[in-house]
């Protein structure tokens, strides 16, 4: 299975974006998806997690109430839709799956990596 992110750019504060993350491959069992971030000299940050089947979510209280993870079925693809951006969004954000049907927030426990797509808001 790979992960390939998409969607990412330079927008202005209060903009949107949308991120993709399409999937070459499904794993059997009920999994997790996520969004992590990492900006430049800070520590990689869980963004919104997903469990495939189930449809159980997550959200740093950071981005609740402007980011909507969800996923598209038939296309094996992972989406972050982001409202209301802000200049400390800024960072490489990162598609990651989990072999377990538990979210989690540590990135340890993530099994499989995107190589993440740069999201800058200028202010």
């Known amino acids: 299975v790979r992960l390939v992110e998409s969607g990412g750019g330079l927008v202005q504060a209060g903009d949107s974006l949308k991120l993709s993350c399409a999937a070459s491959?499904?794993?059997?069992?009920?999994?997790?998806m996520a969004w992590f971030r990492q900006a430049p000299g800070k520590a990689r940050d869980i963004v919104a997690a997903?469990?495939?089947?189930?449809?159980?979510?997550y959200y740093s209280d950071s981005v609740k109430g402007r980011f909507t993870i969800s996923k598209d079925n038939a296309k094996n693809t992972l989406l972050l839709q982001m409202n209301s951006l802000k200049p400390e969004d800024t960072a490489i954000y990162y598609c990651?799956?989990?072999?377990?049907?538990?979210?989690?927030?540590?990135?340890?426990?993530?099994?499989?990596w995107g190589q993440g797509t740069q999201v800058t808001v200028s202010s």
């Open positions: 990651a799956a989990r072999w377990r049907p538990y979210i989690a927030a540590d990135a340890r426990l993530y099994d499989l």
């Open positions: 491959g499904r794993a059997s069992r009920d999994y997790v």
């Open positions: 997903i469990t495939w089947n189930a449809g159980n979510t």
